[in-house]
């Protein structure tokens, strides 16, 4: 099965803070993504990369940044956390360009 | 106008009842395309991919007409178990990655 791991479930933040989270996928997948969800704006598409070193933005990347240094794992960055960055945070990965995703359990950041 | 959009719901069925669920989407190069569910507090998990010439997975059938840029899923005989938020998901190949766009969801919910 594959397994795709963000290191918390929950997680609160000062407005202001540098925030890393972290997502490690165990299927040698090509791409990884971050999305944030909020209630009635569904998923949205922040960062995604399909090879280690590189990234693409997504719909929303304004306030965020990313790191893939190793294929396995892929960063999503808060440079200075805000309130309006107070979310539920997912990381996916799939194989190929055309293939399904599947998530991590997802890390709910609250920013006070 | 949003990339991909769906029936905005909720939908509130007796058990036994069939529902349909469409999705629109904007971009006529995307190229693979998916029904995902999600529970309450969950990740998204895959349901089923979604083919041109159309696919039935028991109770589930989901249709792709590319012609109008259209997507749909069918559920029949309801269970209460089927209650849940059903996402459709668009794949367009994005430089040398595929961009996953998801609809904002239509939340189903199946009654005794």
């Known amino acids: 099965d594959v397994k795709v791991t963000q290191s918390s479930r929950y997680l609160v933040k000062r407005t202001g803070e540098k925030v890393f989270l972290e997502c490690v996928q165990d299927m040698d997948h090509e791409n990884m993504f971050w999305y944030r969800q909020d209630p009635g704006l569904g998923l949205r598409l922040i960062y995604f990369?399909?090879?280690?070193?590189?990234?693409e933005k997504g719909d929303i990347p304004e306030g965020y940044s990313v790191s893939r240094e190793k294929k396995e794992r892929f960063s999503l960055i808060l440079e200075s956390a805000s309130t309006n960055q107070t979310s539920m945070y997912l990381c996916?990965?799939?194989?190929?360009?055309?293939?399904?995703?599947?998530f991590g359990q997802g890390t709910r950041l609250t920013v006070v | 106008r949003k990339e991909v959009e769906q029936d905005p719901g909720p939908f509130n069925v007796p058990e036994g009842a069939t529902v349909a669920f469409n999705c629109t989407y904007s971009?006529?190069?995307?190229?693979?395309f998916f029904w995902y569910r999600q529970d309450c507090r969950k990740e998204p998990k895959l349901l089923m991919s979604v083919y041109s010439s159309g696919n039935e997975d028991g109770r589930f059938t989901a249709q792709l007409n590319r012609a109008s840029q259209y997507i749909s899923l069918l559920i029949r005989d309801s269970k209460l178990s089927d209650s849940a938020t059903y996402l459709c998901?668009?794949?367009?190949?994005?430089?040398?990655?595929?961009?996953?766009?998801f609809g904002q969801g239509t939340e189903l919910s199946v009654k005794p």
């Open positions: 990369s399909y090879d280690v070193k590189m990234k």
């Open positions: 998901v668009v794949i367009s190949i994005y430089n040398q990655g595929g961009k996953l766009i």
């Open positions: 971009n006529s190069a995307s190229q693979s």
């Open positions: 996916a990965s799939s194989y190929e360009g055309d293939t399904e995703a599947f």
